[in-house]
Nanobody, 122 residues
């Protein structure tokens, strides 16, 4: 089992920045990829980026490319999502997940955190 706990959400104005963290514990060696997803009210869950944990290779959705950066601290077993130039449409619950990535799709992700809320005001 892998446990994931997100933190760092909050409310900021458009144009601002936030950094989300996802602390992982348990059998993390059983996973090869970690990812960030978000779900806005009334919308489907969206994969916004992932990182292959051994190589550090990252991929991003077009909606966040150039504004969001995923990184990891292996010593701390922590995944980060640096979010810059935030827009009101970035408002959502943000989740981290771990598993075996298949693009930015949710299937293949075996473990999920409970999420952290990000609210961007205009």
């Amino acid at each position: 089992q892998v446990q994931l706990v997100e933190s760092g959400g909050g409310s900021v104005q458009a144009g601002g920045s936030l950094r989300l963290s996802c602390a992982a514990s348990g059998y993390t060696y059983t996973t090869t990829c970690m990812a960030w997803f978000r779900q806005a009210p009334g919308k489907e869950r969206e994969g916004i980026g992932n990182i292959y944990t051994r190589s550090g290779t990252t991929h991003y959705a077009d909606s966040v490319k150039g504004r969001f950066t995923i990184s990891q601290d292996n010593a701390k077993n922590t995944l980060y999502l640096q979010m810059d130039s935030l827009k009101p449409e970035d408002t959502a619950m943000y989740y981290c997940a771990a598993g075996h990535c298949a693009g930015l799709a949710a299937y293949g992700m075996d473990y999920w955190g409970k999420g952290t809320l990000v609210t961007i005001s205009s």
